[in-house]
């Protein structure tokens, strides 16, 4: 008998911490956006972009099982789109980011999403190297999420309640549904959006802003924003 | 979920220690596994048979010891057995529980030729 004592994701933390040790280098503020399919992960990275693309170098990472339509709907933006299609798998690993960080260069200084592949599951389990896992809901989901898929809602520092648009039409208890998520992750944050209307965006906004000064505590020149460094 | 890409988690880890510790057939696989990690432990077995076909672990047996969960209560200030992520302490019934362990998915011993 031999012990090994390892994780059996040892091999993807390894690719996951590569990663991590790119971005911090290069003080890329990394966001990997997780939920079910449907909940407005594109509608609210496209308009963020379109909101944000004049302060910050923005680049996307899109993942899904098949189709570019995603990537092309963030190429529209403006803002470069990486489309990594997992086929058959149902969430992308830190080893296809790896190779799609060959490609896509992203800009010092600058912010990385990553929309994981639509799925309230799998995503959890697999670190891409991100500063930041944030779980996008929908309030046409249901406020007992949180506790149906409680490992997705662990591993997020940030849930996004959105499509609140729509409430008035809905029997959605939100302060039910932030409760839940609390009780299996008592530090995370909530913010309530809707990407259509654009309401609460600013304080997403916010968020992204303070991660990103967070990221760059260490890399001080490159603070000022898109266009510091060309 | 994703018990496939799982399995294939642990042919790596086994390819790599073979090449290191020189080994070339794996018997047994042993692993912790535990309550929260959200590991199937059917759909692991059924992957893990289909995963190793063909590789150096074609045929090994698979051990799986599952670990139970354990949470800091703040009420009681003692360590208590969880089952899930929400659940509210067993003994005053709070849900102020600092989850210590029980997401572990770890290979833990091999036994090989
Ligand atoms: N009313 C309303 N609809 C929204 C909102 N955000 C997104 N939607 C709609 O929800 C649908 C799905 O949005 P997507 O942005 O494609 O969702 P997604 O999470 O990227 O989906 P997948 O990538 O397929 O997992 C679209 O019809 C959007 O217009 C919102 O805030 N309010
Ligand atoms: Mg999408
Ligand atoms: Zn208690």
Request: glycine share 8%.
């Amino acid at each position: 008998m031999v012990e090994i004592e390892q994780n059996i994701l040892g091999k993807n933390d390894e690719y996951a911490n590569a990663n991590r040790r790119f971005f911090a280098e290069r003080g890329v503020l990394v966001l990997n956006l997780v939920s079910s399919p449907g909940s407005g992960k594109t509608t609210l990275l496209t308009r963020t972009i379109t909101d944000l693309r004049d302060d910050f170098d923005v680049a996307v990472i899109e993942g899904d099982q098949q189709t570019t339509n995603d990537a092309e709907r963030i190429r529209e933006t403006g803002v470069p789109a990486l489309q990594i299609n997992t086929g058959k798998g149902c969430h992308l690993d830190a080893h296809m980011v790896g190779h799609a960080l060959e490609k896509l260069d992203p800009t010092p200084g600058g912010i990385l999403f990553i929309e994981n592949v639509g799925n309230l599951v799998c995503p959890a389990a697999f670190d891409l190297g991100e500063a930041h896992k944030v779980a996008i809901l929908s309030v046409t989901e249901g406020e007992d999420k949180p506790l149906k898929y409680p490992d997705m809602f662990h591993a997020a520092d940030l849930m996004l309640l959105n499509k609140i648009d729509l409430l008035p039409y809905l029997d959605f208890d939100v302060e039910q549904c932030i409760e839940y998520a609390r009780r299996v992750n008592p530090r995370i944050q909530v913010l309530q959006v809707s990407a259509t209307s654009g309401e609460g965006m600013d304080r997403w906004y916010q968020w992204i802003g303070m991660s990103r000064q967070m990221r760059l505590l260490e890399h001080p020149e490159l603070l000022a924003g898109a266009g510091a460094n060309a | 979920m994703h018990e496939m890409s799982l399995c294939e988690g642990v042919l790596q880890v086994l390819e790599t220690e073979a090449g290191k510790q020189g080994f070339s057939k794996v018997k047994r696989v042993i692993l912790d596994i535990g309550v929260l990690s959200g590991v199937e432990i059917p759909a692991f077995e059924f992957a893990f048979e289909v995963v190793m076909r063909g590789t150096l672990a074609e045929n090994a047996v698979l051990e799986i010891n599952e670990l139970p969960a354990q949470a800091w209560c703040l009420m009681c200030a003692e360590s208590v057995t969880v089952n899930a992520r929400y659940d509210a302490c067993p003994k005053c019934g709070s849900y102020q529980l600092q989850i210590s362990s029980g997401d572990e998915m770890r290979i833990k011993e091999l036994e090989v030729d």
